[in-house]
């Protein structure tokens, strides 16, 4: 009964392939993220979706591009990788995203990419 | 703009206290989370702190000081399991968006 879920845990890959991340979630959120975490252990936003609707996007690459197909999903599709789109890539979700409302986030296992 | 800082690595003996410090610089700050990540893992939720005061969780507390821009998470009676990255999160009205620190590496030794 895993609440977040991505597939692949593992990605490798040459340069300049597409690439897609997938993530579910079971807990019955209206909000999903992904986001990515360096070799530096920093992790950063890249999207969010609210009720597949985009709300959030940083200063993302045009190569990267999030899809959800209903509330419970959220993909990332990833065009023409380079060495430095190696990372791990974090699905999280939220209840309702509503300004003042505590809304924890719930982490997937990530997906760690290493692009060769 | 949006800025989280806190201390890159702290190392600590079991059983013994940990104070691990935390300064934001967040538009439109709403609250503050603190998650917990082991290696290779995905980061769990510890605490949040919307208001200026201690939230006590177990041998977890969390602080926050809104006019000072300051949290710190409190570890107790350490134990060699809280070897793990701490981070320290902001949040925004308005928005869902979490700016995370870099993270502290605490490393708890016998």
């Known amino acids: 009964d895993t609440a977040v879920s991505q597939t692949p845990k593992y990605l490798v890959t040459q340069m300049g392939n597409d690439k897609s991340i997938k993530c579910e979630q079971n807990?019955?959120?209206?909000?999903m993220y992904w986001y990515k975490q360096d070799s530096k252990k920093f992790l950063k936003i890249m999207f969010s979706?609210?009720?597949?609707?985009?709300?959030i996007n940083e200063t993302v690459p045009n190569r990267f591009s999030p899809k959800s197909p209903d509330k419970a999903h959220l993909n990332l599709h990833i065009n023409s990788l380079e060495l430095g789109d190696s990372a791990v890539y974090f699905c999280?979700?939220?209840?309702?995203?509503?300004?003042?409302?505590?809304?924890?986030?719930?982490f997937g296992p990530g997906t760690r990419l290493t692009v060769l | 703009g949006q800025n989280i800082d806190q201390p890159t690595e702290m190392t600590a003996t079991e059983g013994a206290i940990v104070q691990i410090n935390c300064t934001y610089q967040?538009?439109?700050?709403?609250?503050l989370f603190w998650y917990q990540q082991h290696a290779g893992e995905a980061p769990t939720f510890l605490s949040y702190?919307?208001?200026?005061g201690l939230e006590e969780k177990g041998r977890f507390s969390s602080f926050l000081s809104r006019s000072k821009g300051y949290s710190y998470l409190l570890l107790k009676e350490l134990q060699m399991k809280d070897s793990a990255s701490y981070l320290c999160?902001?949040?925004?009205?308005?928005?869902?968006?979490?700016?995370f620190g870099t993270g502290t590496r605490l490393q708890v030794f016998p």
């Open positions: 999280a979700s939220s209840q309702a995203g509503t300004s003042g409302v505590y809304n924890e986030q719930f």
């Open positions: 807990l019955g959120h209206d909000t």
């Open positions: 702190n919307v208001l200026d």
């Open positions: 979706y609210n009720n597949k609707e985009l709300i």
């Open positions: 967040t538009s439109g700050f709403n609250g």
């Open positions: 999160a902001g949040s925004s009205r308005g928005t869902d968006k979490l700016i």
